[in-house]
């Protein structure tokens, strides 16, 4: 196939799963430079790639999926890349009979590794290097840097933070999406009270009552920003941080784009069947238990199925503070 001069990327959601898309809008464009990279995705991703250098254009979701294919046969795409690989991208390269590339989701196995923990037909592939599959055939390549997020405005630590955490701090990301994802409070806490560095937590308004928990609990070594700034003020304060801890979300998959040292938690999911351990970071601890239970769900539960959450529970405190204090 000859070197299209426009093609357009696909990938709806969620957080995690369009940051790791980054790479492969990078290398078309760096390897490509003269075609047009587009993006599409659901509103609420937007941030991820609007302030994206590589990206020619950034396409929203509209509610009418007719209205989205029209918008797309106007623009006269020479090639699509669905990351995606669900029912609408099946319809929109339908409609459109765009040449295309396609990611295999492998949903096979992972129905297995979830149902009955055969975890040995899970691809140890990232999820990462498994999106730049469906771009192989033009010859692209893995350039082997991180992902990419690029902070919206200009900041200063004042802004978000007291003096006595605008020097060196431990960004701990507390919210995630499900419940077991998210270590119980008084783990944070035995985690807290064993760092040195100042702290600063993270998270939406959904963990605003968790981080009071354990602000009240530690006292002043450790400040409290859930629920009071925005995502991209949340990215600019991790960017900035020593060290980062946190779960299976969003933000702590965009951390990786900064290159900190990352303790990354675990609990009723898996980086195996995701396909999602840090990428191209120089130090990382991936913190999580053995169990026959374990995983029991690919994106996360309201309560442990079992009712016992040993998946978190179990997990040591220890290994996630000598990670921390290290260096």
């Known amino acids: 196939m000859k070197t299209p001069s426009k093609i357009l990327v696909i990938r709806f959601s969620s957080m995690g799963d369009i940051i790791y898309t980054t790479p492969v809008v990078r290398c078309l464009k ?25 990206l020619t254009k950034l396409h929203l979701l509209q509610p009418s999926l007719s209205d989205t294919i029209r918008a797309i046969k106007e623009e006269q795409f020479d ?8 029912l609408r991208t099946m319809l929109i390269k339908a409609a459109t009979r765009l040449p295309s590339s396609t990611y295999k989701k492998d949903r096979i196995n992972k129905w297995l590794a979830l149902k ?43 802004e978000f933070l007291p003096p006595s955490h605008q020097g060196s701090y431990v960004a701990f990301i507390i919210g995630a999406t499900h419940f077991t994802k998210r270590l119980p409070n008084e783990q944070i806490i035995e985690i807290c009270r064993g760092i040195t560095a100042p702290i600063v937590l993270l998270g939406g308004a959904d ?37 980062v801890i946190g779960f299976d979300t969003g933000l702590t998959h965009i951390s990786e784009a900064f290159n900190k040292p990352l303790a990354s938690i675990w609990g009723g999911t898996t980086p195996e069947l995701l396909g999602v351990h840090p990428y191209q970071i120089s130090e990382s601890l991936i913190a999580g238990v053995e169990l026959p239970c374990r995983p029991c769900s690919k994106f996360g539960l309201e309560a442990c199925p079992l009712g016992h959450f040993k998946c978190m529970k179990n997990i040591s405190a220890d290994q996630i503070v000598n990670f921390i204090n290290l260096n």
Do not use: M
């Open 30 to 54: 760096q390897q490509f430079p003269g075609s047009e990279i587009h993006f599409l995705t659901k509103k609420e991703f937007k941030y991820i790639y609007q302030n994206n250098p590589y």
């Open 207 to 243: 963990v605003k009552e968790n981080a009071a928990i354990i602000e009240a609990a530690i006292g002043k070594q450790v400040y409290n920003t859930c629920g009071q700034i925005n995502l991209d003020q949340s990215v600019y304060l991790v960017s900035k941080a020593h060290k």
């Open 116 to 158: 009955f923990k055969w975890n040995r037909f899970i691809s140890s592939k990232h999820l990462v290097d498994r999106y730049l599959e469906t771009v192989k055939f033009l010859g692209v390549k893995n350039d082997g840097k991180p992902i990419d997020y690029y902070i919206a405005n200009e900041y200063q630590l004042e």
């Open 79 to 86: 090639l699509i890349i669905d990351l995606h690989n669900n």
